[in-house]
């Protein structure tokens, strides 16, 4: 007799549509290594990345000003290339971003400035919102 397989075993599991949020900048906590992570696992997977928005002090993954050294990871361009291949949307806030420093002049390549509606409309998109940092 063949081994019993669970009728839902033979069929393929759903994608999913992830929106992230990162709170976090790229070198003072890991919420931002943890969130690129998650993305490249996710699309791995097969699942989606509706948008990676970046608030509060997670605009500064957005600065193509920062200058890690050369032993250490380049988290910034980390997210280009990213968005380069996977063609992921990543939004930087707005408000968040002019108060620190942050326009559109020195931003990395395939981020975005925008407003917290991207947010809203990310969280109504997606499947699951994950949070990374406070």
């Known amino acids: 007799m063949p081994p019993y397989t669970s009728p839902t075993s033979e069929l393929q599991k759903p994608n999913m549509n992830f929106g992230i949020l990162v709170n976090e900048g790229p070198y003072t906590h890991e919420a931002s290594d943890s969130a690129y992570q998650f993305c490249r696992a996710a699309l791995a ?32 361009s980390r997210w280009s290339k990213l ?3 996977h063609k992921v949307d990543l939004v930087v806030c707005v408000a968040a971003a002019l108060r620190r420093g942050i326009r559109d002049e020195n931003l990395a ?26």
Request: cysteine-free; glycine content about 10%; aromatic content about 8%.
């Open 45 to 76: 997977a097969g699942h989606q990345i509706q948008r990676v928005f970046f608030y509060h002090d997670g605009v500064n993954n957005a600065s193509r000003l920062t200058e890690p050294p050369q032993d250490d990871r380049n988290i910034v």
């Open 83 to 85: 968005a380069a291949e």
């Open 109 to 134: 390549a395939g981020f975005r400035i925008s407003g917290l509606g991207q947010l809203i409309e990310s969280s109504i998109q997606a499947d699951r919102m994950v949070t990374f940092g406070d």
